[in-house]
């Protein structure tokens, strides 16, 4: 169904006129694909490709441990009580 909804459209259309609701049918012949994106240059096409694949996980990856070694400093600090005032 992703590579051409027109094939969406069409299945849609033929089970409102197999439940005799042509008054939809018409409703539904506009074209609904996101335009593709266009850049000025290949290289501006690649730097996104590879940021999208390279960059946001190595991200991630640098927010978890940033995450993992605030947890285990925050881990070496013994746990005190705090004293009620009376």
């Given at each position: 169904?992703?590579?051409n909804?027109?094939?969406?459209?069409?299945?849609?259309?033929?089970?409102?006129?197999?439940?005799q609701d042509?008054?939809l049918i018409s409703?539904?012949?506009?074209?609904?694909?996101p335009?593709?994106?266009?850049f000025?240059?290949?290289g501006?096409?690649?730097?996104?490709?590879?940021?999208?694949v390279?960059?946001?996980?190595i991200?991630?990856?640098l927010?978890?441990?940033v995450?993992?070694?605030?947890?285990?400093r925050?881990?070496a600090?013994?746990y005190?009580?705090l004293?009620?005032?009376a």
């Open positions: 169904m992703q590579r909804p027109g094939n969406l459209i069409f299945a849609l259309n033929a089970v409102d006129w197999l439940a042509e008054a409703i539904r012949d506009k074209n609904r694909t335009p593709p994106l266009v000025r240059s290949g501006l096409r690649d730097g996104v490709k590879y940021g999208n390279a960059v946001v996980p991200l991630i990856a927010y978890g441990i995450r993992l070694l605030k947890r285990r925050m881990a600090i013994p005190q009580r004293e009620r005032a």
